[in-house]
């Protein structure tokens, strides 16, 4: 079928919009269970809903603005591609397998980024020794969250050093089995002694190792070459490189739970942390 007379492609984009989109955006929201006209917009879920969806008389600007908030306001796109959120499978091997787990996720900045690689990334975690999946409460991770807000999320964002040392501090009985790549032992065993303090804990300097490499430079070279796969020259992967990353958010994983609760971020792409930034 030939265009008609009237065709432009703004108004077929947000015609086929409408449509399209809109099933999406009440797919999303099929748990509200009321008309467009009938939403409450002092309850939020309901007032998140309605700026969402797409209306006939919608410019251009804002069709797009209701698509991002869409995207970057809701977990629909988090949904989609889920976030590996460490192991969510834990392999059976203690006692405090199925304990809650924590998890501290650091990355580096986009802009600090070697060219040819990604950004580095890091995870700390420690379980909740006290805690089982049938006793751990929202109240409890969100108390939790908050702590972690406040002691890695304010400003911009605790900062890590990591390197070609690795740290070690393993405390079962407490829930503790860190394993750090650090720039030096002051920068691993500093950010071990704010996670025990965070939780109420004091360091065991007893239970601290650390590991050194000679020729640390050698073994781990900051530019290792490259190498062609698929016919393709590709930049070999770094091993302990010496870069910072900046913590970012912080989940718990809770056996049974098919996915990871998110408890605080430092940004908006996570709107359902229990603690918001």
């Known amino acids: 079928m030939p265009e008609p007379d009237n065709f432009t492609p703004t108004e077929q984009f947000q015609d086929v919009n409408k449509r399209v989109w809109n099933k999406l955006v009440k797919e999303y929201f099929r748990d509200v269970n009321k008309l467009e006209s009938d939403l409450d917009l002092t309850t939020p879920r309901q007032a998140l809903l309605k700026a969402c969806l797409h209306k006939e008389d919608d410019s251009l600007l804002l069709t797009i603005g209701r698509m991002q908030l869409f995207l970057h306001g809701t977990t629909y796109t988090r949904d989609q591609f889920p976030i590996v959120a460490g192991s969510l499978l834990d392999d ?27 950004p580095a990334d890091m995870e700390v975690s420690f379980r909740l020794i006290s805690e089982t999946s049938s006793t751990i409460t929202e109240a409890e991770l969100r108390s939790i969250a908050t702590k972690i807000k406040a ?127």
């Open 151 to 277: 002691n890695f999320g304010t400003g911009s964002g605790k900062i890590f050093k990591k390197g070609r040392k690795l740290i070690y501090y393993l405390d079962r009985a407490k829930g503790y089995n860190f394993l750090l790549r650090s720039r030096d032992l002051a920068e691993g065993k500093e950010l071990i002694r704010e996670i025990l303090t965070m939780n109420g804990d004091t360091l065991d300097t007893s239970l601290l190792k650390v590991s050194e490499t000679d020729d640390e430079a050698d073994a781990y070279p900051y530019n290792p070459g490259t190498q062609v796969i698929l016919g393709k020259r590709k930049s070999k992967p770094r091993r302990r490189p010496l870069v910072n990353v900046r913590f970012k958010y912080a989940y718990a994983t809770v056996h049974g739970y098919n996915k990871p609760i998110y408890l605080y971020s430092r940004s908006s792409f996570i709107p359902d942390a229990l603690v918001q930034f």
């Open 92 to 118: 059976v091997d203690t006692s405090v397998t199925y304990r809650p787990k924590i998890t501290l996720f650091f990355v580096e900045d986009a802009e600090d980024a070697e060219a040819g690689y990604k």
